[in-house]
């Protein structure tokens, strides 16, 4: 069982991981073209970014990457334009997975966990890690080398009824520190304990079943919201949390200590020369 307990004090070590400007938005991260041949390594995290809408019109071409498993589940979609949002979210994943592994996108396999996590089969390559995350059109991919790598990216909807879902699921330490903080800070707080499934993703535990304790305060001089967790040290695991673009908020968890972090934009045309 977790401490109900709001710790004052973060470790400094923690707050490079974790700051939130409760104002305007987070600082937004810094999008490059992604390069056909992406250099991968153990202390490399790479995240992709696709806005599905601006793809839809190639389903056409993207839905031939698919397997047949995955051609059905879009034909069971009960409208067009999931349907079509499915395809580009498979085929951008299986286009990213294949500049890294250098085959061709319709050859990937996946297997899936009990939780519907998918993985590459061990007959594909089992050194690179992924795991995909979709949220109002956006998805974010993040690709590595460690045994564990999940993502998860939320659209922060200020009109969200914040507290009725942290007093459904939170611990009231948790939503008593939300109820602290300014009420500018309350959707980014919210958001802060919300992506924390990310870490329930990489454990293959729900959200309820494991979501980790989170000290939450406000800096009085900078006005911007800190977060920390020591059950993530805990597990051996390391947090980052981002701002893809503006109102949304993402949190990766990975296993090996990162040195190097690059954003990527994706576009239709990636992972079709393999090299």
């Not at 104002?23 to 390594?41: F, K, M, V, Y």
Request: one cysteine or more; glycine letters at 4%.
């Amino acid at each position: 069982m977790r401490k109900n307990t709001i710790y004052s004090a973060i470790p400094d070590f923690l707050k490079d991981f974790r700051c939130y400007d409760g104002r305007n938005g987070l600082p937004e991260a810094d999008w490059e073209s992604s390069p056909h041949t992406p250099e991968l390594s153990s202390e490399k995290v790479h995240f992709w970014r696709v806005h599905v809408p601006d793809h839809l019109s190639s389903t056409a071409d993207l839905i031939g990457l698919l397997s047949p498993d995955e051609r059905r589940k879009a034909q069971n979609y009960h409208f067009a334009v999931d349907s079509d949002c499915f395809i580009v979210r498979r085929g951008a994943l299986r286009s990213v997975l294949g500049t890294y592994l250098r085959i061709s996108p319709e050859q990937i396999d996946f297997s899936y966990n009990s939780h519907g996590k998918p993985s590459l089969t061990p007959e594909t390559d089992v050194s690179v890690s992924f795991n995909s995350s979709f949220s109002k059109g956006v998805q974010l991919i993040a690709v590595g080398c460690g045994e564990r790598i999940c993502i998860n990216v939320e659209f922060v909807d200020e009109a969200f009824p914040f507290f009725d879902v942290a007093d459904q699921f939170f611990t009231q330490a948790e939503t008593s520190s939300m109820r602290m903080l300014p009420d500018q800070l309350h959707a980014s707080a919210f958001y802060t304990f919300w992506t924390q499934e990310a870490y329930a993703k990489a454990t293959g535990k729900g959200l309820t079943q494991l979501l980790p304790e989170i000290q939450l305060r406000e800096d009085k001089d900078t006005r911007r919201l800190l977060t920390a967790s020591s059950s993530f040290e805990a597990e051996g695991l390391f947090v980052k949390t981002f701002t893809p673009q503006t109102n949304y908020l993402a949190s990766i968890v990975f296993e090996q200590q990162i040195c190097e972090v690059r954003y990527l934009q994706w576009s239709v045309d990636q992972g079709r020369i393999v090299s």
